[in-house]
Each structure stands twice: as structure tokens, then as C-alpha cells.
């Protein structure tokens, strides 16, 4: 079946990288996302990457794509305390299907 | 990006009434909709998909006589939680998907809802 694993926890430093990762099961994901999710708030989509892709950057974050392995991470440059949330990665497996959500990343920030 | 909107974003109710609650894609038109109801500090709970013009597919353990969804248009879709009890307060979400934009997942604010 389907399954997203991510850590719950990660905490760094300001003006430190951080880096979140997340593994998956399904290799026919078409589509794999990263969402954030700050309290009491929805999820805001970051970006995703297609499956043939390797790399994506956008400002900031760059994402990961080890498509053998089935790992995908998310890289954030510089982190600023406003960048302390959740992240949730998510795949997207063939078809019109909803996407399968990790548990999310705690990212905490400290100034 | 692409914009997604709930309303309400807070709504408290007595045990025993019933809620709407609006998800509307305002920028693209939504093939398929989804809801989802997280639980404090818990990832999220897929409730149900739902297209346009047609009956919703409910996920096992999800009551569908009382988690009530119409998917009216395609920028429309609206969960009713009826005869709601305070187990029913959550956190919940909808989500829109779009052939428009890479068949990207889009999500509201979400809706606070509290059962008194």
C-alpha cells in the first residue's frame, strides 16, 4: 500500500539550512509535494516536483528527488524564524486518487 | 497561486444542529474535491473525494449519512456535519485538484468547528 514516512521533529538554528526529509512507497507517484502548515492555519502548497525530475529550486527551497530510493527532501536556505510550521510532504499516486500525506515535520527555529 | 476558500473559518454550534461548510475554488475550476479533518497535532484525515455531479466516495469508518457532501459545481463543494456532537469538533480541510495547473493539489484555510 501506500505510505509517507517523514521525522516529526527537526530544530535549527536561524540563518542555518534545514533539511526534511521524507520517504515514500509508491513508485508510480506521479507528483510528490511539500505543503507547510503553520498553526492553526490550512496547508500551503511550497512546491512539488514532478517524478522525472531530480532537482527543483525556487528561492529558498530546494527539493530532492531520489526516485531509486524513494526519497524526496526539502532543502531551506537561511531558515528565519517565520519558516517554523509543519511540513508535511505528500505523494500523488497515479490517477485522480487524493494525495497520501506524511505526518508531518515540526520545524522549530531558534533565534 | 492558485486560491482555494472555506468558509466558515470558525464556527462554534450547539450539539444536535447542523453545519454547512463552504470550500470554493476561486481562480480555476476544480475537477475533484477533497475533505479532511485533522485532529490537533495529527496529520490529515481523507474523508471523502468528491466530482463534480456526482455522488462522493466516503473513506471506510466515515459516516456518510452524517459528514453530508454536495458537489454542486465545479468551484463549489460543501460538507454539512449534521446533527453534530462535541466529538465532532475538529479541524477541517478541503482540498481542490486541478487539470489546469499539472493536476496540482490546492487546500483552503481550513474550518474550525467546536460542538458545545
Known amino acids: 500500500g501506500e505510505d509517507v514516512e517523514q521525522s516529526l521533529f527537526l530544530s535549527v538554528r536561524e540563518g542555518d539550512s534545514s533539511v526534511i526529509n521524507c520517504t515514500y512507497t509508491?513508485?508510480?507517484?506521479?507528483?510528490l509535494y511539500w505543503y507547510k502548515q503553520e498553526p492553526g492555519a490550512g496547508l500551503q502548497l511550497l512546491t512539488y516536483i514532478f517524478s522525472n525530475m531530480d532537482m527543483k529550486q525556487d528561492q529558498r527551497l530546494t527539493v530532492l528527488l531520489n526516485k531509486k530510493d524513494k526519497h524526496l527532501s526539502l532543502r531551506i536556505a537561511d531558515t528565519q524564524t517565520g519558516d517554523s510550521a509543519i511540513y508535511f510532504c505528500?505523494?500523488?499516486?497515479?490517477?485522480?486518487?487524493?494525495?497520501?500525506f506524511g505526518k508531518g515535520t515540526r520545524l522549530s527555529v531558534i533565534a | 497561486g492558485a486560491v482555494v476558500s472555506q468558509h466558515p473559518s470558525r464556527v462554534i454550534c450547539k450539539s444536535g444542529t447542523s453545519v454547512k461548510i463552504e470550500c470554493r475554488s476561486l481562480d480555476f475550476q476544480a475537477t475533484t474535491m477533497f475533505w479532511y479533518r485533522q485532529f490537533p497535532k495529527q496529520s490529515l484525515m481523507l474523508m471523502a473525494t468528491?466530482?463534480?455531479?456526482?455522488?462522493?466516495?466516503?473513506e471506510q469508518g466515515v459516516e456518510k449519512d452524517k459528514f453530508l457532501i454536495n458537489h454542486a459545481s465545479l468551484t463549489l463543494s460543501t460538507l454539512t456535519v449534521a446533527s453534530a456532537h462535541p466529538e465532532d469538533s475538529s479541524f477541517y480541510i478541503c482540498?481542490?485538484?486541478?487539470?489546469?495547473?499539472?493536476?496540482?493539489?490546492?487546500f483552503g484555510e481550513g474550518s474550525w468547528l467546536t460542538v458545545v
Open positions: 509508491d513508485s508510480s507517484s506521479t507528483y
Open positions: 505528500a505523494e500523488s499516486p497515479l490517477g485522480n486518487t487524493p494525495l497520501v
Open positions: 482540498s481542490a485538484r486541478t487539470a489546469e495547473i499539472g493536476n496540482t493539489i490546492y
Open positions: 468528491s466530482n463534480e455531479g456526482s455522488k462522493a466516495t466516503y
